[in-house]
């Protein structure tokens, strides 16, 4: 497996993993409106220059490959996480831990203290597992339920 930075060639990629993703693990954590709206934004069919902006903004962006195909990503600045995919059939198996430990390092780089994240409902286990804690009750944001995260990084 090979870590990178995020080249524009992987746009259409990462967007279908997002996608794909999202609709299997966190298709219950929102309303029916939410949810769809989330999914439509990371269609390259109909959001291809919003999704290159959205992307372009992010000073920390690794996807991982395998096999020259791309199972996960990280995405953020030196303070936030955005988006953190595995494909399901790489969960727990250290790919998600692996993407936010060069997230983390880069972070430093960057001279962040923390790192926040709203944390999907199904993530809050992973994230807590890599030293993140709660920093607020449960959150519902544009029909879909996050949790606040944080981190002190040391």
């Known amino acids: ?24 693990f966190n298709s219950k954590e929102g309303n029916k409106k ?9 269609d390259t069919r109909k959001n291809i220059n919003k999704i290159k902006e959205t992307f372009s903004k992010n000073t920390i962006f ?5 096999k020259n195909k791309i199972i996960g990503l990280i995405r953020g600045r030196k303070n936030k996480i ?3 995919f595995v494909k399901g059939e790489y969960h727990k198996r250290g790919i998600g831990k692996k993407l ?23 993530s809050v286990p992973f994230y807590k597992k890599m030293g ?19 981190k002190r990084l040391k």
Request: aromatic share 10%; no cysteine.
């Open 1 to 24: 497996m090979i870590i990178h930075k995020y080249n524009h060639s992987d746009l259409q990629e990462i967007a279908n993993l997002i996608r794909e993703t999202f609709r299997k």
């Open 34 to 42: 939410g949810i769809k709206k989330y999914l439509d934004y990371y």
């Open 62 to 66: 690794f996807v991982i490959k395998k």
């Open 82 to 84: 955005e988006n953190l």
């Open 100 to 122: 936010v430990e060069k997230f983390e390092k880069e972070a430093k780089k960057q001279k962040s203290k923390e790192i926040m994240i709203r944390a999907s409902l199904y």
């Open 132 to 150: 993140y804690k709660k920093t607020t009750g449960m959150r519902n944001i544009k029909g879909i339920k996050i949790q606040p995260m944080k």
